[in-house]
């Protein structure tokens, strides 16, 4: 089953029809034909991801993942499906691009059993035909060095993406990718990642974080917070402050080797873009701590 699963993912990666340089104009408009066509490919979608989600047989799930892959690779080769939102799909999978319409994500996770989470995606650029790369989740393979890998050739740290912002590194547009890894069965992990374009496709890390990684001590490649399952922690960009924002966490066991037993302290520190780098910013947001019998500012006696 994984390799026929790898071998759909391969078959992602290596459709890719169009000019390099060829920009797609967004106001391009799909044939009535082509419409119904996109439109029928969706219910199947739609009707293999309930199944790939919701299906009580781990089997089944990965069974209907295989399918699904095909499915979408089916689809987007439609030409003009790039400006074809899929809606109805949306309400299964993420499928988010930057401002700048470039490119789009469709990015999805799948329970392999009762702890584990895994992660898909495929990137199609905005081409009227079809230019597509698979990803393959490297995350369980990377537990150490997270922050260091440079990863291409479709491998990737998967994630759900909830944001995407167009930053200008050396001159070229590269994109931070704001997502969420649930893969862990003890932990969580909130994840930033440079996303780029070589010749050969799509780059994920490069050195634009203003922090060490715990491994090599070298600048990061990426940014990962790792914490309980159980807890919420933020990681987000706020635009009044022009900073992305995030929990600061510490062990609530006094270990902080167990990654798993970290959770907020109620301070946070951030990024800000600087120079072609996301700046470190400690105590981005203060608090103010107080002692016993002192009150806040603006607070009753």
Do not use: C
């Not at 994109?175 to 780029?196: E, I, Q």
């Amino acid at each position: 089953m994984m390799k026929r699963l790898f071998l759909g993912l391969f078959l992602l990666t290596a459709v890719a029809f169009g000019s390099e340089n060829q920009v797609f104009a967004q106001a391009a408009a799909l044939s009535t034909e082509d419409l119904q066509k996109l439109r029928r490919y969706e219910d199947s979608l739609v009707a293999t991801a309930d199944s790939m989600i919701f299906s009580p047989i781990p089997e089944d799930r990965l069974e209907n993942t295989y399918r699904f892959v095909r499915q979408l690779k089916a689809a987007l080769t439609v030409r003009n499906s790039f400006v074809y939102p899929f809606d109805s799909l949306g309400k299964y999978i993420n499928i988010i691009g930057p401002e700048d319409n470039t490119f789009r994500i469709f990015n999805w996770s799948v329970s392999a059993d009762a702890n584990t989470l895994r992660y898909y995606g495929a990137i199609q650029m905005a081409d009227a035909d079809l230019k597509l790369y698979g990803l393959s989740d490297q995350s369980a393979a990377i537990q150490k060095g997270a922050m260091d890998s440079v990863l291409e050739g479709g491998r990737w740290f998967g994630a759900l993406y909830y944001r995407i912002m167009p930053v200008t590194v050396a001159g070229k547009t590269a994109y931070t990718l704001f997502g969420l890894n649930a893969g862990n069965p003890m932990s969580n992990r909130k994840v930033l990642d440079l996303l780029w374009f070589s010749g050969n496709g799509p780059v994920f890390g490069g050195k634009v974080f203003g922090v060490r990684s715990p491994d090599t001590r070298e600048q990061a490649v990426r940014f990962v917070m790792e914490y309980k399952k159980n807890v919420v922690a933020a990681l987000n960009y706020n635009p009044e402050m022009n900073a992305i924002y995030f929990d600061r966490l510490e062990s609530d066991a006094n270990d902080p080797g167990r990654k798993y037993t970290y959770v907020p302290t109620g301070q946070y520190d951030g990024f800000r873009w600087q120079n072609g780098e996301w700046v470190f910013v400690q105590d981005l947001i203060p608090v103010t701590i107080l002692q016993d019998g002192q009150n806040p500012v603006g607070g009753r006696d």
